[in-house]
């Protein structure tokens, strides 16, 4: 596949763009592969591309039952932060955000990152503490984020009341090089990738049993035929419980809806993503001009990819009252998606209790940031076997032993 | 002498709003099997059938839940009442408490009842869903409220005093004059017969 | 938007009337219990897709914890049950496989 | 030229004029107009520019599918951006602004992008702007920023001065829609006698039946119309809402819709829990795919006769009507009636001898059969257009001078609501559209269809058909809600026969790519029939790809005009069925829907409740400097004239230290727990033993989760032989009351126990500092004398002869009693208390229990902490053999070396800053800095002259006497040494005092 470029489109210009071709393959699956990944999402390309960038593993299928990054990779609020209180997740998360910093350059493909800066509001004396802890603690993570007063919110953001009746501002988490990217093209850009380097896409290829011999997994079966492999790696948010069944064990995570919603375009007013989680709300505007809004999740248990509309009502009233120049702005559209929330609101990234079988799963609500960091996680753990010091504290154990990665005790829970 | 949060305050518009008069009232806890004679014998009232208020006069049994209900009685009576009951009951299984001043009564009277409360309620306050003589506990805005009518065109609500101001803020804010639904009314009084 | 039945005040329940309480029917595991057990009680979850017994409460109504069985991926339910009990009553079970012939528990 | 015609209109009120500006240009409508058809009236042609190439943009439509003519309505506070000028009633002095454009709607240099529209192929965003890197964040972003988004953003100062609110309804069947299938629904559901409501979003009844001349019941359509009105507003289980549409469909037949009160709160939402719904919302007509299209000018053939008819509104002098089914030739003929000209109609079908075609021919109008539009002639406004075969590649045939064009390209039933909760569709060929798919409807609580398809929502167009499935529908609606009364018969209704459609997806047939980059399917975001084509060619095929990589769909009209005229084109380049490529899925809400709206009356002083303890309104006059403890209101500290928030808390402190000082308590929590349960159950509960609290005296207890972690504490005292009261922390009080009920209901069931929150029941003062006691002695009426009452002691009696209960109890360290009375006379005891006593706030409390080596819930704890660590082990009865959370800290890492608590004193006095970290020796294996502990709390200590810290710090209690080091994110550093955590009296000898 040919480089884009600009100068790639002038040329194609001149012929009606009839030089473009496919993004990405559709192959016939193979009997056999070294690694199948089952969910062709953001995490499971990027775990397939740093298989193959980092490891030189390129025997890999990565198996999709509906459209590539038709999961929570294109359903989610696209923002980009790693300002975590404890160390694994700021590590990871961190990670991930360097890896964003390039990644348009390294894919050849422009994921419109864009490190316009994220700021948690504090709107309570609990929430000053618990940031200005966060921020403590960054410092000694190589995190950059600082605290910052009302005043200077409102210079980065004019939008915001800072001086609302109810939870006047008191200053913010701000982190400068955290921002959003385009969701989609973070799939697409790794699919094509991941193509370039000869690894199979199969889409519409649903995974309908995990064969497993003598405590090791041996394949799967597909809804296009059966397929073997030395590796599985199951990156499926939102149905991991469905996949842990089929191989036989169960997973620490309950599968809830999760809701967003976006407003009609309107020019730039915004170049921040605000975060206000006193009141549960987080915005940022799209390149296109939409306010995008997202909340809490919803509180039971459901695959329906679409939730309650309180929840939505909760998130919009908050938003009213912190820029209360949206009031008279409108709603486009809603959606919701399927998360994994595990008992400690952690991701899990490591051995499942079925030998060659490995986990990337339980994001919740935070999974688009972490796209780059878990994919290079997960490949070091795939290609060696072991986990790698990014992965080392998500393992499965950590809920028999009691050592939880419990992001809620500071302030910051949302994403 | 006692205070009470929405001493004074008033408001018309839909409906009026207005701070019910001051009343005794006593949490009880237990079963009818357990209690419901002794109920009989101290306050002359039968338990009341499950969401329902029994009354005689301006004393009333409302029922909260299957093993709870909220004893209305005139000022100053619910201490009395309280002894009364806990010796009557003293060897039954049961938790009486005098809660006079944890809960604010609100009365709000007009044909515009229902579309006022229809604002703030997700409960059916139909005719058919709230009708007279019932107790239905849910949420008024943001918080926890019971709701009853004591006639066509008189509503009482019950909330924890602390937050007595935002419910009356709430529904004087909803009974803005000009917010005329006229869902229930006028032709909800027709409905009704 | 659910609306669930309190079977404790026979309430047509809104669900901003009710919290949510996670999977029903889960056996405490005490001191004595081994660590796996443990981990058991406090996090695995079959997370079905399909027939799900739950725990609600009617928080801003009687009070009163009850259970319901709800389909995970309709949201169709099956029936709500008080929840003094350690396992779903016969008629909520018959009323799942009448909707649900292929469901096993 | 559009004009307004001399007679007509069935809409609007002549003698009623209705003044405008439109850009700063003073404007006059009617009465009755909308903004689209007043702008009409006026001539406007150009009403916007499109999102990409900033082409110009007329209006298309006549409702809600309307995707050009977005407004910028209003002034000031009341400004709103992308109002649709469609379904906008026009009102006296309304401010209008077009959109999207720079300097002027006639003259927008964004155009240029137009003219490089060959360099801007769908997606070139994707692959470009890449190099230098450097350039995305200060050129390219902004850029594009900038290019994007429509209506200008409100002032950052706005505040929107209207009223909002919602409305709750449970109602047996909801009737989406009032034209002939919503009516027939609501007559049949509501003779049946179920609860009905019908909404219709416009405001009118009968909606196209009336402008398409049906007859029914042998009258024109809306005679009919009235009869049927009437006889609903008759009935009283029925309710009739016009202006007011049902937005969204959500589980268990919740559903959302949107009114526009006149007069009232600007808009009104409606929550409805339906039995059923009918969905009677009609269709939409789909516009023609050929070059040109988008031309200002271009009008759907509905839209043109909606205008003509409501509003005598003509979209121009000479229209060519476009077609590919015989609907279309309404328009044609409505033209014509109304003295204007329609010099040809160009139809796609090689015959069109249906009754209505003839019937036009024997008007006089030409008709070209087998014809298509190889192109529009536009100079600022449209000149003619060039007719060609529509078998062909699109070599013009003839040139036919006109100045508007009407496409008829057939009907798409509006079938978002069936899709919003799970509903399936299936493609009808025959009708060449989606249809609900009854197999697969969204359902309700009770798995059955929660919504019941009418009329042409149904995908039928005849109107004896729509009114057959309308009375269907509301029938079953009623029958549902088990009303199966005489739902009366279903009218007759006669209209002309139509020929059969034919599905003409691109205009010509086989259109060359020079047409086919001009022939737009999504007018906002200009998607073109060759942007679809390269799309699919790099295998953006699945319909979702093609959607999210073209933007088609995605505008503000969500699809409504463009959605299947982009599946037909993708279905078409990649070869596969319509109905195999499927449809993307329609989400809430139907039509734009305001945030305030949904926001409701939760604004300003009722977005959330305040709490207010009985003491409320005397903090407010003693200027009480607030903190918001969850919904609470508390006092943070009591400044004076002058005084900084410091020096309030420094002499508050020294007051209660040395005086005494009084505390407003009524935010802890008080749960009564009474039964002969009640001891095994409080034993669980706690980490300690409740059951071993004697009566007439108090202990403080912990509470944890099964997880360990310490989650509340507290004093719980023994009122009787088997009743005792807990108090909970302010955050406690609800949590921990639907703790005990959930263990209880649900666990141990059996248990004969009954729990009370009577939290607010108690007005709650604390009395503290070596004054207390002589204060409250002073008040008469109870001895509370060391002997009488000991410290963790309580009694009841009369204070001022108010009835209290007192317990002798210390947060501070001091010599303190806490004051229960009746809420309502709260208030005298706090008066005469603060005559002689230091009111004190929440910040002053934290320091004096810091002083003291008291942890706080939520300081010293985050939910990760457990009791052990806080050298809690005192208040765990270790021989107990169960406890919630016993099991939980049994687990290796819970058993194994931790955080644990320690007092921190700097070398110079200086006050650690709160969260900060002691740094250990190197980095760990991610290059993060290691670190030792972390400070949870560190104040100013006036009684000590110094700053203390609390903090969790690994074996702490074993290194007393180290020194660490506490790194700052300025790159600073703290010293600080381990101490005890108890800074003060730490013999305890005030606090027995």
């Known amino acids: 596949m040919s480089r884009y470029s600009a100068l790639r489109i002038v040329r194609e210009a001149m012929r009606r763009h009839a030089g473009w071709g496919r993004a990405w393959g559709s192959p016939e699956p193979r009997r056999r592969y070294k690694v199948v990944i089952v969910g062709a999402g953001g995490h499971g390309l990027a775990t397939a591309y740093y298989l193959g960038r980092n490891y030189g593993i390129t025997d890999v299928a990565v198996l999709e039952k509906g459209w590539l990054g038709g999961g929570n990779t294109g359903r989610n609020t696209t923002i980009i932060r790693s300002n975590y209180l404890q160390d694994p997740s700021a590590a990871i998360y961190e990670k991930s955000r360097a890896l964003y910093e390039d990644l348009s350059q390294e894919l050849n493909f422009n994921v419109m990152f864009s490190p316009r800066g994220v700021m948690m509001l504090a709107q309570t004396e609990h929430e000053v503490r618990g940031y200005k802890r966060t921020v403590q603690a960054n410092a000694l993570q190589s995190v950059a984020t600082e605290w910052i007063g009302p005043e200077r919110v409102k210079e980065l953001c004019p939008i915001i009341r800072i001086d609302g009746p109810r939870y006047p501002v008191l200053g913010a988490h701000w982190q400068p090089r955290g921002g959003t990217a385009r969701h989609d093209a973070v799939a697409w850009g790794y699919a094509r990738k991941c193509s370039e380097m000869g690894m199979h896409i199969v889409e519409r290829c649903a995974v309908t049993g995990v064969r497993t011999e003598g405590g090791r997994v041996q394949g799967v079966e597909t809804s296009r035929g059966s397929i073997d492999c030395e590796s599985l790696c199951l990156v499926v948010a939102g149905h991991s419980g469905e996949l842990a069944q089929m191989a036989g064990f169960r997973l620490p995570i309950e599968s809830v809806p999760l809701q967003a919603l976006v407003s009609e375009p309107i020019k730039p007013c915004m170049d921040v993503v605000v975060m206000a989680n006193t009141v549960h709300g987080y915005m940022s505007q799209s390149d296109k001009g939409e306010m995008v809004i997202g909340g809490g999740t919803d509180g039971y248990n459901a695959y329906t990819q679409r939730g309650s509309f309180h929840h939505i009502e909760e998130t919009v009233r908050a938003l009213v009252e912190t820029f209360p120049m949206l009031s008279r702005l409108k709603v486009l559209r809603q959606w919701g998606g399927i998360v994994d929330m595990t008992g400690d609101r952690s991701p899990i990234i490591g051995r499942a209790p079925v030998r060659g079988i490995y986990l990337n799963c339980g994001w919740g609500t935070g999974g688009f940031k972490a796209i780059p960091g878990s994919g290079w996680a997960t490949a070091e753990l795939v290609a060696t076997g072991a986990s790698g010091p990014l992965a080392a504290d998500f393992g499965l154990e950590r809920f028999r032993e009691g050592r939880f990665i419990d992001e809620s005790v500071a302030a910051g829970v949302a994403h | 002498m006692p205070e009470y949060p929405l001493e004074g305050r008033r408001f018309d518009g839909l409906v009026r709003l207005e701070s019910a008069e001051p009343r005794g009232m006593i949490a009880l806890r237990g079963t009818p099997e357990e209690l419901s004679s002794a109920l009989e014998e101290s306050v002359g009232l039968a338990w009341p059938a499950t969401g329902e208020a029994a009354w005689t006069g301006e004393v009333g049994a409302l029922w909260m839940a299957p093993d709870e209900l909220l004893l209305l009685v005139p000022q100053g009576q619910a201490q009395d009442l309280v002894e009364r009951l806990g010796r009557s009951l003293a060897d039954r299984h049961h938790l009486v408490a005098d809660v006079s001043d944890m809960r604010t009564l609100l009365r709000m009277s007009g044909s515009g009842c229902r579309d006022v409360l229809a604002k703030v309620t997700p409960a059916d306050v139909s005719p058919a869903g709230l009708s007279i003589g019932r107790v239905r506990r849910s949420r008024v805005g943001q918080v926890a409220a019971a709701i009853w009518l004591r006639d066509g065109e008189t509503a009482e609500i019950a909330c924890f005093r602390s937050v007595a101001h935002y419910v009356f803020d709430l529904l004087a804010d909803a009974a803005h004059p000009e917010a005329r639904v006229d869902y229930w009314t006028p032709q909800g009084a027709d409905a009704q017969a | 938007m659910l609306t669930l039945r309190c079977p404790c005040c026979g309430v047509l329940a809104d669900e901003t009337e009710l919290a949510p309480g996670g999977t029903a029917h889960l056996r405490r595991e005490g001191p004595e219990a081994s660590d796996e057990a443990f981990e058991a009680y406090m996090f695995l979850r079959d997370n079905p897709r399909g027939v799900h017994f739950e725990r609600w409460r009617h928080a801003f109504g009687c009070g009163k914890w009850f259970h319901a069985a709800r389909c995970t991926v309709t949201n169709e339910v099956f029936g709500t049950y008080p929840a003094q009990t350690a396992a779903p009553p016969e008629e909520v079970l018959e009323a799942i496989r009448r909707r649900r012939p292929e469901w096993e528990r | ?761 108690f007005g709650q003062i604390a009395v503290a500092g070596p004054l207390a006691r002589n204060l409250l002695e002073r008040l008469g009426g109870m001895d509370l004398s060391r002997e009488a009452l000991p410290f963790m002691h309580w009694t009841e009696g009369r204070l001022m002869d108010v009835p209290v209960r007192v317990f002798r109890i210390s947060f501070s360290g001091e010599l303190s009693f806490e004051i229960a009375a009746p809420a309502g006379r709260a208030g005298e005891i706090w008066d005469r208390l603060a005559q002689d006593a230091t009111p004190y706030g929440t910040e002053t409390m934290h320091v004096l229990r810091a002083e003291k080596g008291y942890i706080m819930i939520g300081d010293e704890t985050d939910g990760t902490v457990i009791p052990q660590d806080l050298g809690l082990n005192w208040a765990i009865a270790k021989k107990k053999d169960d406890y919630i959370g016993k099991r939980g800290q049994m687990r290796l890492h819970m058993a194994g070396e931790r955080w644990r608590l320690v007092g921190l004193l700097t070398p110079d006095g200086a006050v650690l800053p709160e969260g900060s970290l002691a740094v250990a020796q190197g980095t760990n294996a991610n290059g993060q800095r290691r670190t030792q502990g972390r400070v949870t709390s560190a104040y100013w200590s006036p009684t000590l002259g110094r700053g203390i810290a609390l903090g969790l710090v690994d074996r702490g209690p074993e290194r007393m006497g180290e020194t660490l080091s506490f790194l700052q994110p300025d790159g600073s550093e703290y010293r600080a040494e381990i101490v005890s955590p108890v800074f003060h009296d730490p013999e305890g000898e005030r606090l027995n005092a």
């Not at chain 4, 075609?357 to 536009?378: D, F, S, Y």
């Not at chain 4, 005792?724 to 406690?732: K, R």
Request: aromatic letters at 6%; hydrophobic letters at 40%.
């Open chain 4, 1 to 761: 030229m559009s004009t307004r015609l001399g007679t007509g209109g069935s809409a609007i009120d002549r003698s009623r004029p209705v003044h405008f500006t439109f850009d700063g240009r003073r404007l006059a409508g009617l009465t009755g107009d909308t903004v689209a058809s007043a702008l009409l009236a006026n001539g406007e042609r150009v009403v916007g520019r499109s999102f990409k190439y900033h082409r110009p943009r007329g209006i298309v439509a006549s409702g809600p599918e309307e995707p050009n003519a977005l407004l910028g309505i209003g002034t000031g506070d009341r400004f709103e951006p992308n109002a649709r000028a469609t379904t906008t009633p026009l009102r006296e002095g309304m401010a209008l602004r077009s959109q999207n454009r720079w300097p002027s709607l006639a003259f927008d240099v964004g155009v240029v992008n137009a003219a490089l529209s060959r360099f801007l192929p769908v997606g070139f965003y994707y692959k470009t702007f890449m190099w230098p890197r450097r350039f995305w964040e200060s050129v390219y972003e902004p850029l594009i920023r900038q290019a994007a988004g429509l209506g200008r953003a409100p002032d950052a100062e706005t505040r929107d001065p209207d009223r909002y609110e919602h409305f709750h309804l449970h109602v047996d069947v909801l009737v989406a829609g009032g034209g002939i299938a919503g009516l027939q629904s609501a007559l049949a559901a509501g003779r049946a006698g179920a609860q009905v409501l019908l909404m219709e979003q416009s405001p009118h009844w009968g909606g196209r039946a009336q402008v398409d001349g049906v007859r029914i019941e042998g009258d024109p359509a809306a005679e009919w119309v009235a009869r049927a009105v009437a006889e609903l507003e008759a009935m009283p289980n029925v309710r009739l809402r016009l202006n007011a549409t049902v937005v969204g469909a959500y589980d268990h037949g919740w559903m959302l819709a949107v009114e526009m009160p006149e007069p009232g709160p600007r808009e009104r939402l409606w929550k409805i829990r339906a039995r059923r719904t009918v969905m009677a919302t009609g269709a939409l007509e789909r516009p023609l795919a050929f070059a040109g299209n988008d031309r200002p000018g271009v009008m759907l053939a509905s839209a043109v006769r909606d205008n003509l008819m409501r509003y005598a509104v003509s979209p121009g002098d000479r229209t060519v009507l476009v077609t590919a089914n015989d609907d279309g030739y309404r328009t044609a003929i409505a033209l014509v009636e109304a003295g204007l000209s329609v010099p040809l109609v160009v139809d796609a079908r090689p015959e069109c001898n249906g009754p209505l075609p003839r019937r036009a021919r024997e008007m006089g109008i030409r008709v070209a059969p087998g014809r298509a539009i190889a192109g529009v002639r536009w100079q600022r406004r449209i000149t003619g257009v060039d007719v060609c075969l529509q078998a062909g590649e699109g070599s013009a045939l003839e040139h036919v001078p006109c100045d508007a064009v009407a496409m008829a390209g057939g009907w798409s039933p509006a079938v978002h609501l069936w899709s919003h909760c799970g509903g399936r569709l299936r493609w009808d060929e025959a009708t060449a559209a989606f249809r609900p798919d009854p197999q697969f409807p969204p359902t309700g609580a009770d798995g059955q269809a929660a919504i019941l398809p009418a009329g042409s929502a149904d995908g039928h167009s005849r109107a004896v058909e729509v009114l057959a499935s309308a009375h269907r529908a509301g029938v079953a609606g009623a029958a549902a809600a088990a009303h199966e009364g005489d739902a009366g018969q279903v009218v007759t209704a006669e209209e002309g026969a139509e020929a059969p459609a034919l599905a003409v997806w691109r205009m010509p047939q086989s259109a060359d790519h020079r047409l086919r980059a001009q022939t737009f399917l999504d007018f906002q975001n200009d998607v073109k029939l060759t942007d679809v084509e390269l799309a699919a060619q790099e295998g953006y095929r699945s319909v979702e790809h093609a959607k999210r990589y073209t933007t088609l769909g995605m505008a503000t009209d969500q699809g409504k005009l463009s959605n299947i005229n982009g599946l037909a084109a993708l279905s078409h380049t990649t070869g596969q069925a319509i109905s195999a490529v499927g449809t993307t899925t329609f989400r809430p809400p139907y039509t734009p829907l305001t945030l305030a709206t949904i926001a409701g009356q939760a604004r300003g002083d009722l977005f959330q409740p305040v709490r207010r303890t009985p003491l409320h309104a005397r903090h407010e006059a003693l200027g009480a400097a607030w903190e918001p403890v969850g919904q609470w209101r508390r006092p943070y500290v009591y400044p004076k004239a002058g005084e900084t928030v410091e020096d309030a808390v420094r002499r508050e402190v020294l007051a209660v230290r040395s005086e005494v000082g009084i505390l407003d308590a009524t935010t802890l929590g008080k749960i009564i727990v009474k039964g002969p349960d009640a001891a095994q159950f409080l034993d669980m509960i706690y980490t300690g033993r409740p059951s071993t609290i004697a009566e007439g005296r108090c202990r403080y207890g912990l509470i944890c989760n099964e997880n360990g972690f310490l989650i509340d504490d507290g004093v719980v005292a023994r009122l009787g032989p088997e009743t005792w009261l807990c108090h909970t922390t302010t955050g406690g009080a609800e949590r921990i009351h639907a703790h005990m009920e959930e263990w209880l209901q649900t666990e141990w069931w059996d248990w004969r126990v009954h729990v009370l929150n009577v939290t607010e029941q």
